[in-house]
Structure formats: structure tokens, C-alpha cells
């Protein structure tokens, strides 16, 4: 009886492989049709604020991000968030470049994680144009050469790139936006094995990252400091015995070996990058406030406590503070803080206004959509 149970049971039929290819090619046709019907509705969304001079005129950032958090809402499957949000971030990538391409500064050179930050969040359709210096990106910003520029902020490992923090303190920029990136650090080099390594060159954060690593596995090679992990890359490229640290995009621009794969000491290495551009933005929904504040040093004690009470008197959660000199004069300080909430929109903007009166000095350097993550 068993023997007959098993013989009636229906065979499942496999799909007909022309069908299937037909039904794709169908699909396909009607996704190509939606993004041109999405360009177009673009090109009328800049005809509606009248004759435009390029792209940085109608690029609204905190309506960006809403569409992308609608798009992971929607998102059921099979294709993993960050793969549908790469996909939509370059389809508005491409429709927002028909009249001309933004122009994005950032640290480089070419095969940086800067550039690869600049990528993840503006698409492959802008102008990425490489600069020697944090100073320099700023620089072009400033003068309007760079529509907006892309500059890292703090490390999960190492800490803060000071050198951006000091340049708030003398520029008139806004932050405009932020972008975590997992920082994925591999070996790279020309050579056939580890043996024939006598130099490995890199960021010194990027050594930092790999410190163990490098220390069980290459004991005898001489760490080198570069000004960037391309700038290790190129000498890799052109040194016998030279290897580097870096990430794929250095492997592909300088034509290296990939000869072990993630070297970093903690699988969770992150670094966290900021916008900067010439404008405050409005609010997205999920917004952060970053502000920079000073207060006289002869205040007596508790005078940083006293100066932060608004934040607790009004709710607003501080995520982030970091001291800095001031450059004014000896042992003056400046505080940058990031906060919850977007500077405009109570109770942000009621704490704000507190920590005005209490501060020598009292900046709102941006208030940008937090960065997406999936």
C-alpha cells in the first residue's frame, strides 16, 4: 500500500526555460520604460524651479533620503536591502546627471575609501574629483569648484580624524550628510606570497586597523606610514617587495593582487564620512544636529556640565562630544556635539537656543539625514 501511496504522487513539472527567458526579457522591457519615465518626470522637476545653472541647484538631499527609506520599507525580497538601495541609488544617480553631473570633492587619490563613501552615497553618475588634502576639499567647496565635498570624521577603531574637526573651526561649511562605511582591509601587492613581503605601506590608521594581524603573520616587515592607502598602493605597484593595505577599488586602480582578504583585527572596523556643502538643510524625518560650542575656561567647576544642562532640560540626547583647541589662545577649548534631532524642529531648536546665551562661542555646523544603513 505504501509502495502504491508513493507511486501517485504528482511529479512537479520544471518551469520551460524558453518561458522563463521570454518572461524576463518582458520584464525587463517594462523596467526600462520606468526609468525613462522616471528621468523625464526628473527633467520636470527642474523645469519647475525655473532655468537651472547644474545639478547642485535642484539636489535636495533630505528628499533623497526619503525616497531610499520608502524603498527599504518596501523591500520583501529576495534581493538584500543594500543591494535594492544600490540599485535605486543609481537610478537617481543617472536621472539627477542628464543636465550635468554634480561635482564631489574628496580625499584622495583615486581608490581611497573616501571615494568609495562618495560612490555609496551619491552613485556612480557625479564628477568624483580627487584632492591631496582635507584642506583642499574644503578649499574647492568654499569657492564653489565642488558642489559638496566628502571627508572622513572618526574611525570605530581609532578614533577621530582631527583635521577635519579643525577645519569647522575656520570654515564656513555645513555638514550635509554622513556615511558609514565597513572597512574591509586587504593585502594587496605584485608578489607570489607573504614571503617575498620585506614592506608593507599604508594609511597609519589603516596599519592601526591590522596592527595584529601584521604582527603574526608579517613580524619582520617594515610598516611604513603613507599619506593614503592609494598612495601605499602606487608604491606597491612600482617597489619589488612593497605591499599595501587597502580595499578593492585600490586593487583595481593600481592593478595589485589581492593576496589575503580581510586583514583588519576587528570584523566591525568601520569609518564614518560627512557631506559638506554650502547650505543648512531642512529636516528629513531621522535627522542629526552637530554643533560646536565654547565656553570660558574660568568658569569654575562644572562649567561644562552647566553649559550641557539645556540638553537634558529639553530631552535632546547628545550622541557624540569631542574637545578641540580653540586656536584662540592656550588651554581654550571648543566642544563638537552631535545630537539627535534636527537643529529646526522642536525640541532641538529650544535647547539650541539655551546653549546660545550660555556659549563665547556657539555654532550649528549642519543638521543632514542620518545615514542609511542595511
Given at each position: ?53 547644474s545639478a547642485v541647484d535642484y539636489y535636495r538631499p533630505e528628499r533623497e533620503v526619503e525616497v531610499l527609506r520608502k524603498v527599504l520599507a518596501r523591500n520583501k525580497g529576495p534581493l538584500r ?98 556615511i558609514e562605511l565597513q572597512i574591509e582591509q586587504h593585502l594587496l601587492g605584485t608578489m607570489d606570497g607573504l614571503q617575498d613581503i620585506e614592506r608593507v605601506c599604508a594609511h597609519q590608521q589603516s596599519l592601526a586597523q591590522c596592527r ?163
Amino acid at each position: 500500500m505504501g509502495k502504491e501511496q508513493k507511486d501517485k504522487t504528482p511529479v512537479q513539472e520544471l518551469p520551460d526555460l524558453t518561458d522563463v527567458r521570454a518572461q524576463i526579457d518582458d520584464v525587463d522591457e517594462q523596467i526600462q520604460e520606468l526609468i525613462s519615465q522616471r528621468a523625464r518626470l526628473a527633467q520636470q522637476v527642474g523645469l519647475t524651479k525655473g532655468k537651472l545653472l547644474s545639478a547642485v541647484d535642484y539636489y535636495r538631499p533630505e528628499r533623497e533620503v526619503e525616497v531610499l527609506r520608502k524603498v527599504l520599507a518596501r523591500n520583501k525580497g529576495p534581493l538584500r536591502d543594500e543591494e535594492v538601495l544600490r540599485l535605486f541609488r543609481e537610478i537617481m544617480s543617472a536621472c539627477l546627471a542628464q543636465q550635468e553631473p554634480l561635482k564631489v570633492g574628496f580625499l584622495g587619490p583615486e581608490g581611497t575609501f573616501t571615494q568609495t563613501a562618495v560612490l555609496k552615497h551619491f552613485g556612480h553618475s557625479v564628477r568624483a574629483i580627487p584632492f591631496a588634502t582635507i584642506d583642499e576639499v574644503f578649499r574647492e567647496v568654499e569657492s564653489g569648484a565642488a558642489d559638496f565635498g566628502v571627508v572622513p570624521i572618526e574611525n570605530s577603531t581609532e578614533g577621530s580624524v582631527n583635521h577635519t574637526l579643525d577645519m569647522f573651526l575656520m570654515s564656513p561649511l555645513k555638514i550635509g550628510g554622513e556615511i558609514e562605511l565597513q572597512i574591509e582591509q586587504h593585502l594587496l601587492g605584485t608578489m607570489d606570497g607573504l614571503q617575498d613581503i620585506e614592506r608593507v605601506c599604508a594609511h597609519q590608521q589603516s596599519l592601526a586597523q591590522c596592527r595584529g594581524w601584521l604582527r603574526e603573520y608579517l613580524p619582520h616587515a617594515e610598516q611604513i606610514g603613507m599619506s593614503s592607502n592609494a598612495a601605499g598602493a602606487r608604491r606597491a605597484r612600482d617597489e619589488k617587495g612593497t605591499a599595501a593595505i587597502g580595499g578593492e577599488a585600490a586593487a583595481e586602480v593600481y592593478g595589485l593582487r589581492t593576496l589575503v582578504s580581510n586583514i583588519e583585527d576587528r570584523s566591525d572596523n568601520a569609518t564614518r564620512f560627512l557631506v559638506i556643502g554650502r547650505e543648512l538643510l531642512s529636516a528629513s524625518g531621522d535627522d542629526k544636529t552637530t554643533i560646536l560650542l565654547s565656553t570660558s575656561h574660568t568658569g569654575g567647576a562644572g562649567v561644562l556640565h552647566s553649559l550641557l544642562q539645556p540638553l537634558a532640560k529639553h530631552g535632546v540626547s547628545m550622541t557624540r562630544i569631542e574637545s578641540r583647541p580653540s586656536r584662540r589662545q592656550n588651554w581654550d577649548y571648543v566642544f563638537f556635539i552631535d545630537l539627535e534631532g534636527h537643529a529646526q524642529e522642536s525640541p532641538v531648536a529650544e535647547a539650541l537656543a539655551e546653549l546660545a546665551d550660555g556659549s563665547s562661542l556657539f555654532r550649528v555646523l549642519g543638521a543632514y539625514p542620518k545615514a542609511i544603513s542595511a
